[in-house]
């Protein structure tokens, strides 16, 4: 969550998933791609792929301009090395005279950074997407893939993307890539093949997981589990995360979206006249929605304080997995805050009028939605890092002159804005990273990636050069953890080349 007041953040790793998840560990930063010179194409669709998390970019403690310390980062490297049987020779730091600070990234290592987990596969007819942490480590996490169609696994699989914004630590948002699919597989496999039994399935499937996480807690404790099985049990129920999942039927081309919390799902057409068009396909659930507001007044009528500040007791989604604390009652969070490290969140002194809930409800809102099968479409898919920054009409607008740009192919050439005269650069409580139109830039051949560079200030270098130079914790006062995909649909008829003109 972008909010820094919101909740005490804990770090997390983030990871990605394909339906078959692995372990998330933390890896050096490396670039995963270079900008590709292949056309936007379903049969040339380029694989760009790293499966890990940024490190810090490379450091420069000392300046080399000391002679007595030509390597300053060779030396520092031989003092950090704890697998080593030597002590460290701490003559070979040098005596600068003056700090060396950090490295600034470069605009070839902004595009490297913005690339390190982007990614392009076909399916559907493409999709794209990227993640760019602020928390450190980041909380987002996603997945993406195929599975066997629920109601007849000869027919063309369905397709699956997701998105996870984690808060109060990442390890919810992690078990949800690994454990989310399945359980919405199970649901649909006792479902009906319409739309109705379909969304009702999801909506079973995202509360009886939610159920199973929080409403063991009492039984946890209880069993005779080590206490390290009980604590590993309890920590995804104290975090918490926002879920965004979208499934796509081939054969009848429905799109059915759920939701929970502030992820957003946007669809872009393509009309007649040739001008691109935005549909939002999930309402953000949060306590300044006033349709959720006015869901959770009336479930506590007797609370009048409950919502206040666009939040519930403090927390910002009104729809969330986890969160125990907003959902067990007050015997139980003592007992797991006395005995088990348990958040000390909502606060009972801040919020006296806090009772027993539960306050948040994992159930989501579905919808859905049949893509056009004659004119080109895509679905943008995002955390509300991205939506921070811009919004869905100029989200859908950026992604329409991407495809048009790509639609160039080979001839095709990096579009800078009008002028470079951007004035001073200023981030911090005056401005946060936020999309400019006249800024606009086209030059990255991912489409998430696109969207990405320009929220953080598109083809002002120099701006986008300062929100990446701010880390953990800095960075979370002018951009959240990101994470992007954009899906494009294939038109079943009518268009015979992958040209989106």
Request: proline letters at 6%; aromatic letters at 8%.
């Amino acid at each position: 969550m972008f909010v820094r007041q919101l909740l005490h953040q804990r770090p997390r790793l983030a990871t990605v998933a394909c339906l078959s998840h692995a372990s998330p560990r933390a890896m050096a930063r490396r670039s995963s791609t270079q900008p590709r010179s292949q056309p936007f194409s379903t049969g040339t669709a380029a694989v760009s792929f790293t499966a890990g998390l940024a490190s810090a970019t490379l450091m420069y403690w000392l300046t080399s301009r000391n002679q007595q310390n030509p390597n300053p980062d060779l030396a520092k490297s031989k003092i950090l090395d704890v697998k080593s049987k030597v002590v460290p020779n701490l003559n070979d730091l040098g005596l600068p005279d003056e700090i060396a600070y950090d490295h600034v990234p470069s605009s070839e290592e902004v595009t490297q950074q913005l690339n390190e987990l982007a990614f392009s596969l076909p399916g559907v007819m493409r999709y794209d997407g990227t993640q760019l942490g602020s928390n450190s480590p980041c909380e987002d996490t996603f997945l993406h893939g195929s599975f066997s169609n629920p109601f007849d696994s000869k027919n063309e699989d369905w397709s699956a993307w997701g998105v996870f914004d984690g808060h109060c630590g990442w390890q919810l948002s992690n078990l949800l890539t690994k454990q989310l699919i399945p359980h919405v597989r199970r649901a649909l496999s006792a479902a009906q093949p319409h739309k109705e039994s379909i969304e009702q399935a999801i909506k079973s499937a995202f509360t009886t997981f939610d159920d199973a996480l929080v409403k063991s807690a009492a039984a946890t404790i209880e069993s005779d589990l080590p206490f390290a099985e009980k604590a590993r049990r309890l920590e995804a129920a104290y975090a918490g995360a926002c879920a965004l999942l979208a499934l796509y039927d081939p054969l009848s081309r429905n799109l059915t979206i759920a939701s929970t919390g502030d992820c957003r799902a946007v669809l872009g057409q393509k009309a007649p006249d040739g001008k691109w068009t935005s549909t939002e396909l999930t309402t953000d659930c949060t306590g300044a929605t006033p349709s959720e507001v006015a869901r959770i007044q009336a479930q506590f009528p007797d609370e009048p304080n409950i919502v206040k500040g666009g939040r519930v007791w403090g927390m910002q989604p009104s729809r969330t997995f986890g969160d125990g604390m907003w959902k067990w009652n007050a015997a139980l969070k003592e007992k797991l805050r006395n005995y088990y490290n348990g958040l000390s969140l909502p606060s009972a002194v801040r919020y006296s009028g806090y009772r027993d809930g539960p306050y948040l409800t994992a159930e989501p809102l579905v919808t859905t939605t049949a893509v056009p099968d004659a004119r080109p479409s895509f679905l943008i898919l995002a955390t509300d890092g991205l939506w921070d920054m811009m919004t869905s009409e100029q989200a859908v607008d950026l992604v329409g002159r991407w495809v048009e740009w790509q639609d160039q192919g080979a001839a095709k050439k990096p579009v800078e804005p009008e002028t470079k005269d951007f004035g001073p650069t200023v981030l911090g409580i005056m401005k946060q990273c936020r999309y400019e139109p006249h800024k606009t830039t086209l030059q990255d051949d991912n489409a998430a990636v696109h969207l990405v560079r320009n929220g953080l200030g598109g083809g002002d270098e120099e701006m986008v050069r300062g929100a990446l130079t701010f880390r953990y914790p800095n960075s979370r006062d002018i951009r959240d953890d990101i994470t992007v995909q954009v899906v494009f649909f294939k038109p079943s008829r009518g268009i015979q080349s992958v040209s989106y003109k």
